[in-house]
């Protein structure tokens, strides 16, 4: 466990809380689950969270009679009596950081895990099944297709530094699709696109995240080449807000991007974004990539079209980069 994280569980945090209460007013008239509710957690529901902890915080789990965690790797089939209405699939290694360093169970977890989860959803006759996917699908996209839509094939290395990652998600997209077309289990997929916020590790090693914990070091932010490539930077409600738009939809069989696509800067610019929203002086500091995976293989562009996913579930963003950017450092600074 990360000793930034062990001074304060996750739930207890003022900011998750708030973000709780209002991801739960924003949904409350798009789906029955959220009426008359503030709270994601309500006695007429109930959730299983699965967990092996090999990225994630190891914390005491909220756990009442509507919430069970049980400890397991998706990678084996799970077992449960319990009747399963919808199932969100986010099981998956995502930090480059890590999953180079865990190849083959980022791949076990994008294929046999999701195989897993798929055949439970058969099995359990779910309403809704959805896998999150990734915008890693796309590789590196030419500069004609960015924004990127959903119907864009992609620009990938199925044997570069990435391919671990990105391979897995699209095989994982192939296999619901195949579960839809065969079985007709009712699946959606989403593509998130840089999404951040409190709740992410510290040593996560991405990119924001990086430079949050070095500014609150007060040391210089640390940009790895030129940063010229662009992203565009999804605050987390919003991303949370989008998925379970999505997996309460019709669109079955559908793929959707998630994030917001404004706006689309670069890297450097991120830098100062962080350094203007520091409450003291903080440097910027231009160094070389430390891994292959940042060296070789970053995408140059990265931005979501996200007219398909508005158009089908009304999902529009709610928080600036600025907002976000206030929300997460506060989180921060609250561990």
Not at 120 to 145: H, I, M, W
Not at 201 to 227: C, M, Q, S, T, W
Request: aromatic letters at 12%.
């Amino acid at each position: 466990m990360s000793a930034v994280c062990s001074r304060k569980r996750l739930y207890e945090s003022r900011i998750i809380q708030e973000d709780i209460a209002e991801l739960a007013k924003n949904l409350k008239t798009y789906h029955k689950c959220f009426e008359n509710q503030h709270h994601l957690h309500h006695k007429k529901l109930k959730a299983i969270l699965l967990d092996n902890f090999i990225t994630g915080y190891e914390q005491q789990i909220i756990s009442d009679e509507n919430i069970t965690f049980r400890r397991h790797n998706v990678i084996e089939p799970f077992l449960t009596d319990e009747k399963i209405d919808y199932i969100i699939h986010a099981a998956g290694i995502a930090s480059p950081v890590y999953y180079t360093k865990y190849p083959i169970e980022t791949m076990d977890v994008g294929t046999i895990g999701t195989r897993n989860m798929l055949e439970l959803a058969r099995e359990k006759k779910v309403k809704s099944f959805l896998f999150t996917s990734s915008s890693e699908v796309y590789g590196d996209p030419d500069n004609q297709y960015v924004p990127t839509r959903e119907e864009y094939r992609g620009n990938v290395a199925v044997i570069g530094p990435r391919a671990c990652y990105d391979e897995s998600k699209r095989y994982g997209e192939t296999m619901c699709s195949a579960f839809w077309n065969v079985y007709e289990t009712p699946v959606k997929m989403v593509r998130p696109f840089n999404i951040y916020g409190p709740g992410i590790r510290p040593d996560d090693y991405r990119v924001l995240p990086n430079f949050i914990e070095h500014a609150l070091r007060k040391e210089p932010l640390p940009i790895h080449g030129d940063g010229r490539n662009t992203r565009s930077f999804c605050y987390i409600n919003d991303g949370v807000e989008s998925i379970f738009r999505v997996l309460f939809s019709d669109a079955n069989g559908e793929a959707f991007n998630i994030g917001n696509p404004e706006p689309e800067i670069s890297i450097e610019e991120l830098a100062r974004y962080v350094q203007k929203a520091m409450p003291y002086p903080v440097d910027i500091v231009k160094i070389d990539p430390p891994h292959a995976v940042y060296s070789k293989s970053d995408p140059k562009r990265r931005c979501p079209n996200i007219t398909k996913v508005s158009a089908v579930t009304g999902y529009k963003p709610r928080y600036s980069l600025e907002e976000g950017l206030k929300r997460t450092i506060a989180w921060f600074r609250e561990f």
